[in-house]
């Protein structure tokens, strides 16, 4: 290969060693001629024309033998301190350009290697684990959205074909035309959900800050949620604090509030309860949402935000995953916290931290 055959060098170069020949001849040659002017001056030292002759001779081989010398010594410096690092390093960046993110290059460990090519090394392993990093997220993303496509669209296309039947009664008909909605209705929020979080991670989407009363926001977007309440029996709780002002975007805060009202009720079995809270905490207005739906373990937990992160598979078919890492991605956007605690079988409490808008400015209407 090319890139291979740049490295496979002699130790001896003509290119270094007429380098190495013109600067030895220079400067031996200068400090000859000074050497002997002084001693001759000095001793009265009258020199005949063999005696030159044989002294630049001399010289002439002093230079040649140096040069050679010098050459050789640099190619080995060459060789081993420049030469097998780049070999290295191109090698592991060929395996990279390949596709194979797994490739790593081992430093050498050199006495100068926190201005050497160590430092290079290393920054070549981050990008590689970084390249890593996102290659594995982007394959998990395209099998996990293949996955979800396919669900809603393989139930469309059974009902779909159910209803071609002709001995189908109404009643039947009617129930299989229900589910082809529905599954038509989660298709269509799943990919809008993607659209919001790509634009949301590649930030397409930029805050709009303004003063709003948080208080009357959040009760807004949970009455949106009546007819599901009441259909479920659900029993709904509120204490929201008055007059807590927040300095922040109200389209992204309403799209937090609207998926977390949205799994609190989805996941709260008829005849439970779920109560939203607002309390100024220092300089936060602190947000809760409880339900006493089936709650989630330890291990999903730590999981719950990524996206389509389903730790509860029996649930699966009432979302796509991608509600709460919409929530977490506008909370970061806005400068929030969220955290939630939860315990199997009793519930979970969904908190979400906003910076409140300045004190001497709460009696202002937005």
Known sequence: ???????????????????????????????????????????????????????????????????????????????????????????????????????RIEPFHSIDSDAGFDVIIDCFNRVAEELSGVETLRTDFIANVSHELKTPLAVMQNYGTMLQSPDLSEAQRLEYAKAVTEQSRRLADLITNILKLNRLENQQIYPAAKRFNLGEQLAECLLNFESTWEKKSIDIETDLEEEVFVQSDDELLSLVWNNLFSNALKFTEPGGAVSVSLKTEGEFATVRVTDTGCGISQETGQHIFEKFYQGDTSHATQGNGLGLALVKRVVDIVGGDISVESEVGKGSTFTVKIRRAADGDSQKNP
């Open 1 to 103: 290969m090319k890139e291979d055959s740049k490295f496979r060098r002699f130790l001896f170069s003509l290119r270094s060693y007429a380098a190495f020949f013109l600067l030895m001849s220079f400067v031996i040659t200068c400090c000859m001629l000074l050497f002997l002017k002084t001693l001759a001056s000095s001793m009265e030292i009258t020199y005949t024309e063999r005696g030159i002759r044989l002294a630049a001779v001399s010289t002439f081989v002093n230079v040649i033998f140096l040069s050679f010398l010098c050459t050789v010594i640099d190619g080995v410096r060459r060789k081993y301190m420049v030469e097998r690092p780049v070999r290295r390093i191109v090698e592991g960046a060929s395996r990279l350009m390949r596709g194979d993110f797994s490739a």
